[in-house]
């Protein structure tokens, strides 16, 4: 083994994590004598968004959750698509509202996900719900942002006086996840593009969020031995045969040999995240 090498690195299984939070769920539905139900708002015919619709409908079948898509056509503008926003907040069979993305072209994402009823926000998406992490609230919080937590926490880590270091500060990943682990009473720091001298940063962190939407920006000598590293990075790149393929924000062939857990991309935070999703529309419904 090789100086500053771990003899071995846990790896944090995104799909067995979430398959217990999906089994919580359906127990709590089934338990319920109130229905479950998400509504999803679909703008066009984006074939990402279409696979993820469908996807999503199966995944809340299996856990007893109703899933209703509401399809507003190809072109639609602000007006239209903030009308049916406000219309399914208005809805009292509505339980969970969520909005597929992408939106046209010109429609402004942030100006529509600030109109979805805070109670009713299962994507943690709403301005207002995303500032609740700073008081502590954990439920209808952005998805990404729980399921790192989430993740963290079931290495067992004392967060309690942990120096963490989140690379990327977006509003739904990087700054929520920050804000929790501070909530956690963990020294956090925070850093972006601009951040000079990263690694000397990295490097002294006893947990390692990777957020920043770069393919392999975290590399072995980045991370401190027997460190948690969670990467919450997901990117399409161009594999030596011409095919594509999924990699995360981590180089993680290098990393596995320095870190004492480390999240897989795919079958990390992504799994979760779904998890996170029904857990929210569980949340949101029965309280």
């Given amino acids: 083994m090789k100086p500053g ?13 979430g398959h217990k939070v999906r089994e919580a769920v359906a127990a709590r539905v089934a338990a319920s004598d109130r229905p479950v139900r998400l509504d999803a708002v679909l703008v066009g015919n984006d074939r990402a968004a279409e696979i993820y619709a469908r996807n999503q409908e199966k995944t809340c079948a299996n856990v007893g959750i109703e899933y209703v898509l509401h399809r ?3 072109g639609a503008g602000y007006d239209e698509i ?18 597929h993305l992408p939106l046209p072209e010109g429609v402004d994402t942030e100006r529509v996900q600030s109109l979805i009823d805070t109670t009713k926000d299962v ?15 954990r439920s209808l919080v952005p998805c990404t942002a729980l399921a790192t937590l989430e993740m963290i926490e ?6 309690k006086g942990a120096r963490c270091v989140v690379i990327g500060a977006s509003n739904i990943v990087g ?11 963990a020294t956090v ?15 002294e962190a006893d947990v390692l969020v990777a957020a920043a939407g770069v393919p392999g920006l975290v590399t072995a000598d980045m991370v401190k031995p027997g460190a948690i590293v969670i990467d919450v990075g997901i990117n399409r790149v161009e594999a030596e045969d011409g095919s594509m393929r999924t990699v995360g924000d981590v180089d993680f062939d290098g990393v596995s040999h320095v870190a004492r857990a480390l999240s897989p991309v795919p079958g990390g935070v992504g799994p979760m995240t779904v998890a996170m999703l029904l857990r929210n529309t569980v949340e949101a419904a029965l309280g």
């Fill in 5 to 17: 090498e771990v003899s071995t690195t846990t790896i944090i299984d995104g799909k067995a994590l």
């Fill in 72 to 74: 507003v056509p190809e």
């Fill in 82 to 99: 903030a009308g049916r926003v406000l219309l399914l907040n208005t809805d009292e069979q509505v339980t969970a509202l969520m909005l």
């Fill in 123 to 137: 994507e943690g998406v709403n301005p207002a719900n995303i500032g609740n992490v700073v008081y502590g609230r």
């Fill in 154 to 159: 079931s290495t067992g880590v004392t967060l």
């Fill in 175 to 185: 700054k929520p996840v920050a804000v929790l682990l501070m909530r956690a009473e």
């Fill in 189 to 203: 720091i925070s850093t972006n593009k601009y951040t000079k001298d990263i690694k000397s940063l990295t490097r």
